[in-house]
Every structure is written in structure tokens, then in C-alpha cells.
């Protein structure tokens, strides 16, 4: 990519600074909406069933527009497309809560899903870039700013619920809140354009080969996240007899777990490489997995379920930074392995309930410990070469490596 020239330290600390304002963002408008599901349920006058359909379609959405990205990208440059589709991201939030039905409501949140998808892969796309030019890994960061804008988000909804504020008019606020917000953060972003004689990507593509290896992997660590998140507080009520607070407890202190460790994960991957990373990640995410299922009380599965928060919290940064180097396609790599990603966590609540229908929840978790133990096996495929094309094309110095 072609693009600024001045790429001084200071200027380079400015522009992850701001790259992480924007995951913080992207992550506030998650969380905003998350909070906000039940009112929304009641004013589309859904059931249980009803509403698991709707909440499908974020990720359909997400999956259908993520690979328009990359020629969105490839025409207008890395911080104009940015801009544009944070911004759609960000007011796509006032729509869900507009829906009087289900079908309305499909709609909303297919656009939500499909605005949220385009602006992850640009901001992962830019993030890759700037860790390129930077020369150390900042990935595991910017995910756990993002991982910090979700509690954000949260908390300012859990206050609006408590307050009984109607969702319409505090997703408007919360909406232009946060896209003057990021408006101001990818002011700071680098501005990247694509060669003059690189090929624009296609509208519409599979993912490259390259990007399927590491999108498995990420679809390991995403299955054990969504099920961790969307089933531990059940699997201490059901399983262990938990009250519904310590239960509750339990997701909260999962969540955060993550979001710890992906701010520090950066620190541990510049010293021992992704590889080396991932796969002690798996074993602790494997250890987890086996408190989880063998546990007697409360204790030991939370112990359990922090362990493999702890183990998987940096796998998705870094296969996103993998697939950028993969090949000369870095945003369409990304695509792809954001679609595989985004999948996983479409199927894994539902997919962790129809085995726990049929057998039991501990046999479920037995099938995240094993896609667990899958990330030690797999790590390898993380091991890339730095890119050296995207130095090449702006005319630069090959950037310092990132160890694999």
C-alpha cells in the first residue's frame, strides 16, 4: 500500500493510539446493543424462538458484505473507507430498536451485521498495517480495546435499562455519541492507498486458501468463546446446583478475563512468538476445558472457564495478523477468516445446546476442550513471514519482524 511518508515514532504511537480508539468504538456499539436485547424483544413481541431467529441475521449480514470490504478499501484507501463504514456501523445501532416485528427486525439486523462485518475487516486491515510499520505486535491490544468498548457500551446499557430509558431514544444517542467519536479516532489512523498497479480485489470472492488453515484455527477459539460466554452461567445453575448470581458471576468474570489478557497478550507474543502463544494458550484453554467437565463445585469450573478465556483470548488477533501476511490480498484474507469466525460463533450456542440435549452439558464442553486441545495441534499454521510487500509498495524499509 502507498500512502503517508512520515512515519516517525511519535507519528506511528499517534496512529495506534487512534486504531485503538476505533476498536474501542466498534466494541461500545456491541455492547450498547447486547444490553438493550430484551427491550427489544418485547417491542417486537417475540418469543424465545422468534428472537434466536432474528439474532441470526447479524452474522448472516456480517458474512454476505464482509468480503466487500477489501475493494471498498482498495477505492477510496484505508482511512476513508474506514471513516464511511464506521460510521455506517455506528448508526446501523438506531435500527434494531425501531423493528415492531420480526421481519423488520430481520432487516435490522441483517444491515446492523453487515455494517459491523466491513468495519472489522477495515480496522483489522489498518490494525495489521500499523503492527507492520511498528515492528512489534499490537493486535492482542486492539482486541482488548475492543473487549473494553463492549463493557463500556454494557454498563452505559445496564444504567439505561435500570433507569428504564426507552432503547429508541438511547441507542440515538449512544449512536451519534460514539460516531463523533470515531470520527475523531480515524483523524489519527493512517492513510494507506493501494498501489497504482495493484488489481482491485472482486466484489464477491471465496476465501483464498491461505486464509483457511488459520480461519480454522480462529474458528476453534471462537466456538470456545461463544459457548463459554453464552453457557457457563447455565452450566453452573444446571450442572452445579449455582445460585443466579454467582452464576451470573461467572460470564462477567469470563469476559473480563479476556479482555485482561488480550491487553497484556502482545507483551507475551513479541517474547515468544504466535506460535509459541497459541499453543500455550490451548494447553490452558485444554486444562480449563477438563475443571470444566470434571468439576465438583462452583469454584473449579470457574477456575475452569477462566482458564480457557485465558487461553484463547489472543488466538483471533493473531490469526487476523496471520491471514494479513498470508498473501499479497491482506483485507480479502482477513474477510475470509472473519467470515470463518463469524460463522463459529453463529453455531457454537446452538451447537453446544443440541449436544446438550442429547447427551448432557459436560459432554458438550467436552467438545470445546477438544477444539481446545485443537489450537496446540494446529498453532503451526500461525507461522508466517512478515510482509514485506506492503513496506515494498510504499517505497519503505522492510518493517522489523513480527516473530511468528
Not at 216 to 236: K, P, Q, R, T
Request: a positive charge.
Amino acid at each position: 500500500m502507498t500512502g503517508e511518508t512520515d512515519l516517525s515514532p511519535a507519528r506511528l504511537r499517534h496512529a495506534r493510539i487512534a486504531i485503538a480508539a476505533v476498536f474501542c468504538t466498534h466494541g461500545a456499539v456491541t455492547g450498547s446493543f447486547a444490553t438493550r436485547i430484551p427491550w427489544i424483544q418485547d417491542h417486537a413481541q417475540l418469543g424465545a424462538g422468534t428472537l434466536g431467529l432474528a439474532l441470526a441475521f447479524p452474522a448472516l449480514g456480517a458474512a454476505v458484505a464482509m468480503p466487500l470490504a477489501g475493494r471498498i478499501n482498495h477505492r477510496f484507501g484505508a482511512r476513508t473507507a474506514l471513516r464511511r463504514l464506521l460510521a455506517l456501523w455506528t448508526l446501523s445501532l438506531i435500527l434494531p430498536g425501531l423493528a415492531p416485528n420480526l421481519a423488520t427486525l430481520c432487516v435490522a439486523l441483517f444491515v446492523y451485521g453487515a455494517t459491523a462485518g466491513m468495519a472489522d475487516v477495515a480496522m483489522n486491515a489498518l490494525g495489521v498495517e500499523t503492527e507492520n510499520r511498528l515492528g512489534r505486535s499490537i493486535m492482542s491490544s486492539l482486541h482488548g480495546m475492543w473487549s473494553v468498548g463492549a463493557l463500556i457500551g454494557s454498563a452505559a446499557g445496564t444504567l439505561a435499562a435500570h433507569a428504564g430509558a426507552d432503547a429508541r431514544l438511547h441507542h440515538l444517542i449512544a449512536a451519534l455519541a460514539l460516531t463523533a467519536a470515531g470520527l475523531i479516532a480515524v483523524r489519527g489512523v493512517l492513510d494507506l492507498h493501494s498501489a497504482a498497479d495493484a488489481q482491485a480485489p472482486p466484489h464477491f470472492a471465496l476465501p483464498p486458501k491461505s486464509a483457511l488453515l488459520i480461519g480454522a484455527i480462529g474458528f476453534c477459539a471462537v466456538f470456545a468463546e461463544g459457548a463459554s460466554m453464552d453457557w457457563s452461567a447455565v452450566y453452573l445453575r444446571d450442572v452445579l446446583d449455582t445460585d443466579a448470581g454467582l452464576a451470573a458471576a461467572c460470564t462477567t468474570a469470563f469476559a473480563l478475563t479476556m479482555a485482561l489478557a488480550r491487553l497484556v497478550g502482545d507483551r507475551v507474543v513479541d517474547r515468544f512468538g504466535a506460535v509459541r502463544t497459541v499453543r500455550a494458550g490451548g494447553v490452558l484453554a485444554t486444562a480449563g476445558g477438563v475443571l470444566v467437565v470434571t468439576a465438583g463445585n462452583p469454584a473449579v469450573a470457574i477456575a475452569g472457564f477462566g482458564l480457557i478465556g485465558l487461553g484463547i483470548a489472543v488466538v483471533v488477533p493473531l490469526a487476523f495478523a496471520a491471514a494479513a501476511r498470508s498473501g499479497p490480498a491482506p483485507a480479502q484474507a482477513i474477510a475470509g477468516v472473519a467470515t470463518i469466525t463469524y460463522t463459529s460463533g453463529l453455531i457454537a450456542p446452538s451447537a453446544i445446546g443440541a449436544v446438550a440435549d442429547a447427551t448432557s452439558l459436560a459432554v458438550s464442553f467436552g467438545l470445546v476442550t477438544l477444539l481446545a486441545f485443537a489450537l496446540v495441534v494446529g498453532a503451526a499454521v500461525l507461522r508466517q513471514k512478515p510482509v514485506a510487500a506492503g513496506a515494498a509498495a510504499v517505497g519503505l524499509d522492510e518493517p522489523a519482524a513480527i516473530r511468528p
